[in-house]
């Protein structure tokens, strides 16, 4: 009997966050006049950043598919969503993506139980809470 390849149930996700990053700068320099910066070089973002890994070894990159997520599992909503490539081999999938005010808000965040959501091409799903940075004291009551 040959070998049984070593696979896992659903793709592996570490090292999910959720930062804010803080754009303060209201003009730019090109060459020696100061021109205003356009709205996406000054405005403030999420950005989501994750490390994942295909359930089982495969030999060529592989479709994936990530959700930000708030709520149970009966009243979910959706606050963002994209797609990434699983590397081949099992060598780590780096994904950073910013996510603006449209998609995440302060608001959502300081509500807490965000949830990143990766599903491979085979259908396998991986929850994983999000790392915000806002602890359960510093949030407001629900």
Do not use: C
């Not at 804010?20 to 403030?44: F, N, Q, R, V």
């Not at 709520?71 to 994209?82: C, K, P, Q, W």
């Amino acid at each position: 009997m040959p070998p049984r390849p070593r696979s896992y149930h659903a793709p592996l996700v570490a090292h999910a966050s959720l930062e804010y990053i803080s754009s303060s700068s209201e003009l730019k320099s090109t060459g020696d006049l100061p021109t205003a910066a356009l709205p996406w070089e000054t405005a403030s973002y999420y950005e989501l950043s994750f490390t994942a890994f295909q359930s089982i070894k495969e030999h060529n990159a592989a479709a994936a598919h990530w959700r930000v997520t708030r709520g149970d599992s009966v009243n979910e909503h959706t606050l963002a969503a994209g797609t990434f490539d699983f590397q081949p081999h099992w060598q780590a999938s780096k994904v950073v993506v910013p996510l603006y005010a449209d998609a995440v808000t302060a608001h959502d965040v300081s509500l807490g139980g965000l949830m990143l959501r990766v599903t491979n091409h085979y259908g396998e799903v991986t929850n994983k809470a999000l790392d915000t940075g806002v602890s359960n004291s510093t949030r407001p009551a629900r």
